[in-house]
């Protein structure tokens, strides 16, 4: 296909252009008119504004709840750490808490570390939930492609290669 041939179509599809705006705005209008009588449009638009309103004032309201919530955590949480940490022996608390849970937190580490490896290793190597079956792309030279995405939809595999051909 040409230059030349190309232009034309895409000028016939221009063409149509008009006719599918004015199908869609009578499509439109005819929704518009099942969802907002003309005879109650006016008062059915601010119902709707007002249900709008509402939602706003009861997603304002819960939005301060769950600030003065947080405002309210934050400082329960600093009363909590000023009574375990008191201000004098602050430094000695912290290094002692930190020798007591540093054998947690790197056999913690190590079991999590162990765990994605093995994980990973069983998804890759082991396992067939993740596998794709694949296949030799028609007309891309050796080229892979998952089978499933080929074999939904035929046509739009060759439609895009063609396009790509362009």
Wanted: charged letters at 30%; glycine letters at 10%; a positive charge.
């Amino acid at each position: 296909m040409g230059g030349e041939s190309i232009m034309k179509v895409v000028m016939e599809k221009l063409k149509e252009l008009p006719v599918l705006l004015e199908n869609f705005r009578g499509f439109l209008a005819e929704e518009v008119e099942k969802v907002f009588p003309a005879d109650s449009r006016e008062e059915k638009i601010r119902q709707w504004i007002q249900v709008g309103e509402s939602i706003m004032k009861v997603v304002m309201e819960k939005l301060k709840e769950l600030l003065l919530l947080l405002k309210n955590f934050g400082g329960f949480l600093v009363e909590e750490l000023e009574k375990v940490f008191p201000a004098g022996s602050r430094e000695e608390k912290v290094r002692q808490w930190v020798q007591v849970g540093k054998p947690f937190l790197i056999h913690g580490l190590a079991i999590f570390l162990l765990y994605s490896c093995l994980s990973c290793c069983f998804r890759c190597c082991c396992g067939r939930r993740g596998v794709v079956k694949m296949m030799k792309a028609p007309g891309r030279g050796g080229h892979r492609i998952p089978r499933a995405g080929f074999q939904s939809d035929p046509s739009a595999y060759f439609r895009a290669l063609h396009a790509d051909r362009r």
